[in-house]
């Protein structure tokens, strides 16, 4: 084995032997990460010492998830926050799905259970029932 594999291979052993029994890269450290990445690009542009600041707090909570040991709270912080971005997440679908159709049908949330309804475009007033929780609305489509 030459040299450089030698050490990339000692190198990769002794950082899989670090983040073991760590945290390492979950969504919400993920998610974080992007949002350093983002700020730390407009700081570029901006030289904002408070937005340095930001980077720097999401940078290093970041870090100090991926290498947290208290693997228990960091995955419960982590269940909140995928519960945080459900919303976000589904009205972002719902979003692309009304661009997608936006010649032949509208798209309507139910309000009792957030379910995503498709109806037809150009029916007039017409009342919709939701397929999943039977909810009755009436909507101009
Ligand atoms: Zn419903």
Known sequence: MDKVKQFSYRFRSNMARFMY???????????????????????MFLNNRIIYIMFL?????TLFRVFSKNIAKRYSENQKFLQLMKRPKSMSKLIQMQWRD????????????????RVPKGKGRIEITCPNCKNKFIKTT
């Open 57 to 61: 707090l999401t940078y290093g909570y």
């Open 102 to 117: 936006r010649k032949t049908s509208r798209y309507y949330v139910c309000k009792e259970c957030r379910q995503h309804i």
């Open 21 to 43: 029994g760590r945290c390492g890269f979950d969504d919400m450290a993920r998610f974080l990460n992007l949002v350093a990445i983002i700020l730390l690009v407009i700081n």
